[in-house]
C-alpha cells in the first residue's frame, strides 16, 4: 500500500492568512501546511480522507487524475468544505463518487451540500453516499474504524491492514479509548493528531501522543494536524527516533 500526506496542517493551515507563521520558520518548506488529508493506494484502487478546502491543489500537486472514492472523518469544514472540488473528480469517472461516512455524518453534509447528493434539473449529482460500517476493502488493504472524541462529536479512526503491513490514521481526536488502543496497537505506522504542545480540549498534544504511541508499541509514528507552534526543524531535534513530523507530499511504501 502507499499513502500519501496531503496535507498535516491544521484548521487554519500554516502560514494563517496574514502571513501568520507563529514560531514556523518560513524559509523551510515542510513548515507550509495545508489542511489535512491523505491518499490511500491499494492494487490500483485510491481513496481520498478527508476533502478539505486544499483539495483541489492537493490532487494537482500529487498528479492525482481520479479516486475510486472518499471517505469522510467528520464534518468539520477544514476536512470537507472542498466537497464541490469532488464535481471535477465525478466528471473524471463519469459517475458519482462514493462519499463514505458515518451515517450522522452523511446525514450532515447532506442537509450542507444537497446539491452534491442530489443534483438538480440542470447538473447530475457528484457524490454517492456509503455508510461505513466496520471494515471496507480497498484493493487488497482492508481497513477497519472506530469512533475517536473530539469535543462534542466523534470522528472517523483507520487502521489499514495489507499483507503483513499496518498502518493506521487517526485525526482529530482528543483522548485514547480502549477501542482506539486496541485497533492502532503495534501498527508499523501511526499517523496521529498533534495540533501542538499545550493540552487542547479537542485535539491531541505532544506529550500525551509520545505516551500513547509507547503504549501502543508502534513502529513508527508521524505527526499530522500540526498548527503554527509546531516547528519542523525543531520537532525534529526534539522527538526520538522514531517519531517525526509530517509534511505535505510525504509518502510511504509500506
Known amino acids: 500500500m502507499k499513502i500519501r500526506i496531503l496535507g498535516c496542517g491544521t484548521s487554519s493551515g500554516v502560514p494563517r492568512i496574514g502571513n501568520d ?10 513548515n507550509r ?27 494537482i500537486a500529487a498528479d492525482v ?24 473528480l465525478s466528471h473524471l469517472i463519469g459517475r458519482p463518487v462514493p462519499l463514505l461516512a458515518r451515517s450522522e455524518t452523511l446525514r450532515r453534509l447532506g442537509k ?25 476493502l480497498l484493493g487488497t488493504a482492508q481497513l477497519s474504524f472506530t469512533d475517536q472524541p473530539h469535543g462534542g ?25 480502549d477501542d482506539m488502543a486496541r485497533l492502532y496497537q503495534g501498527v508499523d ?14 485535539h491531541a498534544h505532544l506529550d500525551a501522543v509520545l505516551g500513547w504511541a509507547r503504549s501502543l508499541n508502534v513502529g513508527q509514528l508521524l505527526l499530522t494536524h500540526l498548527d503554527k507552534s509546531m516547528d519542523y526543524a525543531t520537532l525534529i531535534s526534539v522527538l526520538p527516533d522514531w517519531a517525526a513530523p509530517a509534511f505535505d507530499g510525504q509518502e510511504f511504501l509500506l
Request: some cysteine.
Open 189 to 202: 505506522l501511526w499517523i496521529c493528531d498533534c495540533q501542538r504542545l499545550e493540552p487542547h480540549p479537542t
Open 33 to 59: 501546511r495545508t489542511r489535512s488529508s491523505i491518499l490511500v493506494e491499494s492494487a490500483g484502487e485510491r481513496l481520498l480522507v478527508d476533502c478539505g478546502p486544499d483539495m483541489r491543489e492537493q490532487l
Open 112 to 136: 450542507r451540500f444537497a446539491y452534491a447528493f442530489d443534483g438538480s434539473p440542470l447538473y447530475p449529482a457528484v457524490v454517492m453516499p456509503v455508510e461505513i460500517g466496520k471494515e471496507y
Open 65 to 88: 487524475d481520479a479516486i475510486d472514492a472518499v471517505l469522510v472523518t467528520h464534518d468539520h469544514a477544514d476536512h470537507c468544505h472542498g466537497i464541490d472540488d469532488v464535481r471535477q
Open 21 to 30: 507563521w507563529g514560531d514556523c520558520d518560513p524559509s523551510e518548506p515542510k
Open 153 to 177: 462529536i466523534t470522528s472517523l479512526g483507520i487502521r489499514i491492514d495489507e499483507g503483513q503491513a499496518t498502518a493506521a490514521y487517526a485525526i482529530d481526536f482528543h483522548d485514547l479509548t
